[in-house]
T-cell receptor, first 113, second 113 residues
Framework: DTEVTQTPKHLVMGMTNKKSLKCEQH?????MYWYKQKAKKPPELMFV???????INESVPSRFSPECPNSSLLNLHLHALQPEDSALYLC????????????FGPGTRLTVT | DQQVKQNSPSLSVQEGRISILNCDYT??????FLWYKKYPAEGPTFLIS?????DKNEDGRFTVFLNKSAKHLSLHIVPSQPGDSAVYFC????????????FGPGTRLSVLP
């Protein structure tokens, strides 16, 4: 199984809503990532979890809150988002050692109204 | 300021010919480089990587060349196939910043039958 799954595929939320994005992998990877991708732009790293601990937070606003309940799951909790947060949110995983190959999920297309 | 640049937003190539995608970087701390391919509505897929201690890495139809002095790398696809039509991202990692990958803006490759 070399798949990273993400749910939901699409999400529309208001600025006062609270929602969560979910990501799952069963490859035994110990590093998991959240990226944000705007249209016609490259993916931008948001967070990295390594061995279930937050290792990188790229100065992301607190309205985005990551969580890694176990080594297979990664969540991104959303609260009080702004319309400019509308984007494709990509989850990825890698072995977590010096193997740099990342496996990406298909993404969640988020629209904030 | 873009640390990883892909100056050609798009490229069209005839089927069976060579596709050459270019990537330039500005950060001399980058020591590992990757190429990803992305189809619409899917996450990026890892293609090939190269460490800064090498100048060439080959995998089937894909070859990546690295010129450290010029801070330039290129991806060669030979022969190009219509299924190669996708957006190609170059990504780089600084040696001192763990799993922080910086992506280029991407080049859209169209392989014409």
């Amino acid at each position: 199984d070399t798949e990273v799954t993400q749910t939901p595929k699409h999400l529309v939320m208001g600025m006062t809503n609270k929602k969560s994005l979910k990501c799952e992998q069963h490859m035994g990877h110990r590093a998991m990532y959240w990226y944000k991708q705007k249209a016609k732009k490259p993916p931008e790293l948001m967070f990295v979890y390594s061995y279930e601990k937050l290792s990188i937070n790229e100065s992301v606003p607190s309205r985005f809150s990551p969580e890694c309940p176990n080594s297979s799951l990664l969540n991104l909790h959303l609260h009080a988002l702004q319309p400019e947060d509308s984007a494709l949110y990509l989850c990825a995983s890698s072995r977590g050692d010096y193997s740099y190959e990342q496996y990406f999920g298909p993404g969640t297309r988020l629209t904030v109204t | 300021d873009q640390q990883v640049k892909q100056n050609s937003p798009s490229l069209s190539v005839q089927e069976g010919r060579i596709s050459i995608l270019n990537c330039d970087y500005t950060n001399s701390m980058f020591d590992y480089f990757l190429w990803y391919k992305k189809y619409p509505a899917e996450g990026p897929t890892f293609l090939i990587s190269i460490s800064s201690i090498k100048d060439k890495n080959e995998d089937g139809r894909f070859t990546v060349f690295l010129n450290k002095s010029a801070k330039h790398l290129s991806l060669h696809i030979v022969p190009s196939q219509p299924g190669d039509s996708a957006v190609y991202f170059c990504a780089a990692r600084p040696w001192n910043y763990g799993q922080n990958f910086v992506f280029g803006p991407g080049t859209r490759l169209s392989v014409l039958p």
